[in-house]
């Protein structure tokens, strides 16, 4: 059940004060672009993570940095930093954590503008990392103290953090927040990740992952004798082959019923990353029979898909290859399991921002699954918090493109909808009369 709801004059106080510290807001998401916190390799996360902490203290949250010790990936050149505010309220309990990753992809070709700049024109803010997600960032941050300066106060408790490596896999990020305790299910009751969902959107889950690599063996021979050789590579194609016309129409038949976005994304898929084998393209060519070959295969699966069974039909497609020729030798290795995650569309959380966005925009938001992973499942799986989806104002169409860009108007309602979605899950405070007359 929603904490409580909420008077109407209430939340008109809010998006005032909303409005109010826009402009803020704005120079507070310029200056976080203007960090340049790339990654790969992941440059400039301390001064990405200064900068989020700092105006966290500013605004009254207990403010904490936390580094991924122990990772192999924290190193002294590109330490991984993480950033934590907490602001508790009378209670501790309900809390709602907003997390957002302030590293972005690598600038790439064709842009038009400086990508680190922050650059505004015909009320778009220009940068890379813009949509995603640092306007998400802002959002939330403002979001909540935008309350505070109509004199809201809420009665549970407020966390924020910006984290890395969100773009590589997040295990220095979220994933060792969730691991050191910091999001967990006893004391975070829920998450809002602010990725960028086009500002009308909620963003439930994500589908399943399944990254493997095969290498099929072989033997060596001189190339002009090949009769005296195994091709590993003829192998690979056999199984090739089969991937492309066996399991792909199979696997185009597997539909989901949870609305993923793009709707061709709905679909179980295979996608090959790599193929390699024999000799390496750019040494020096002998004649040889390629004795080894591999390749590396990502599989996307359904929440209705079981895992064991996305497993064992690749293993079944190996064992009848090598059924129909006893030469057929090959290995495979598991290099990425990630499970669909998936929150349900009747809890408080969803209820709540739904509630929110229909009274801001005037329509009710479409829910939606992603088809790719982001942070959730760190939330998900390791800190067991079942409330907990993407909503965020970047455009999700605009991440990782040149000339990258958000609307400002999306970062303000954005904003809008966070500060009365924190009001009706954390409760407020009676009122002494201040929050009417915009109390400081
Ligand atoms: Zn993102």
Redesign the pocket.
Known sequence: MVAQSVSADLQEAACRSVEEIGPEMISFLQALVRIPTINPPGENYIAGAELIGQQLKDFGYDTLYVAAEGLKEHTAQHPRVNVLGRREGSVPRPSLHFN??FDVVPVGDDWTVDPFSGLIRDGKLYGRGTS??KA?IAASIFAIEALRRAGIRLRGTVEQSGSVD??SGGFAGVAYLAKQGWIGKDKTDYVIIT??SNVDRVCLGHRGVYWFKITTHGRIAHGCMPHFGISAIDHMADFLHNVTHELKPELAKRKTAIPVEPPGSRFASINVNSVFGGQPEHGTQTPCVADRSGAIFDRRFLSEENFEDVRGEIHAMLEDLRAKNPEFQYKIEDLMIVHPVHTDEHCDLVTSLSGNVERIFGRKPKLTASPGT??QKHVVRIADVKQCVAYGP?ILDQ?HLPDEHCLIEDVVNAAKVMALTAMELLGVEPDPGGARQGKR
Request: no cysteine; hydrophobic share 10%; charged share 40%.
């Open positions: 957002g990753h995603d997600q998400g969100e773009e990725e960028p982001y942070d970047g991440a």
